[in-house]
């Protein structure tokens, strides 16, 4: 791959990472960034900084996003995030885009490569989180850090002011009124929207231990959202929402440790997956959700009782997906009994073994790709 293809694979990366942690990073906006670094030096941090800054965040509530993810994705280093934000953004000229020899941009100046800074970070998305180091660990920390996910928007009883939908009477009725029976505009309202509650059930039985941190912090970064509730499940069920509300990743995994009794157990899915259902989501809690389970599918109980549980989540839930970390392995058919049982019962079944799965799992939550 030549130097300028592996910048554009990195920053591509970057853009999908972007988007996972909730930015509108549209294809459009994705084309002005590219363009923008070819313009610029794409060999510096500081103007991949700018470029992206500039072309990819649509509002304010963005640009936060984007520097968690920037210094997530793109790590440390001699220039640092608070270094490009205290410099000025360059002012595009143009250059000349080729293999850089020598690692000397085309207006001579020396810089560390856009997809050298990134390549690493890229790669480590697509790695199964079982087989990383200490140190790998520690940068998918940050990486799933800058998650956010949301549920599919729903249209709600509410209504609120709109320039097209039907007439609002009560409003028109009130212009009227002010303005002493003059005429005046009719006053429209439409159906409002909110995202639909998103329930994740987390296995943390003794198959699931390499990826049962990667996968709560995933649902801190999910509770972060509104209407989110997160359970973990192995030999009991425990409600861990209030415990992932700290703000602090590491706080909210020291909560989560001392709440749950039952690390690294067995797995009773059917037994717990009933409780779930007669405790809280029979009486709301799923009804209208997208409930996520994730799960390697190991079972000690009866399938036929998780068959059973899941006909019935799938009847009250607007969506259930299952995310299994083993179904990346090569050769991995849902033969485990629990996985076999519940499958029939689920709406999209998707890996869930790597930054980059649980990327595209929030796209499958929001609605943006079906599996």
Known sequence: MSAVLAADAALLGFARALRAAGVDASTERLHAFLRSVDVLRPRMRADVY???RLTLCGGRDD???YERVFAAYFGSGPLTVETVRATPPPRLRL??????VGGRSADGRQGPPAATLASPAEVLRHRDVAELDAAEREQVRRLLAAFALRGQTRRTARRRPARRGEVDPHRTVRELLRRGGEPARLRRHARAERP????????????MAPYADALLRFAHAAARGTRTEVFTIGTRLTQVTRELSHRDPDLAMTAVAAAVPDWRGGTRLGELLREFLNRWGQRGLARGAVVVLLSDGWERGDPELLADQMRRLHRLAHRVIWANPRKARPGYAPLAAGMAAALPSVDAFVEGHSVAALERLAAV???????
Do not use: I
């Open 50 to 52: 700018w470029a992206g």
């Open 63 to 65: 640009l936060e996003r």
């Open 95 to 100: 250059v000349v885009r080729d293999a850089h």
């Open 196 to 207: 639909r509650r998103v329930v994740l059930l987390v296995d943390v039985s003794g198959s």
């Open 365 to 371: 939550v929001k609605g943006a790709d079906d599996a």
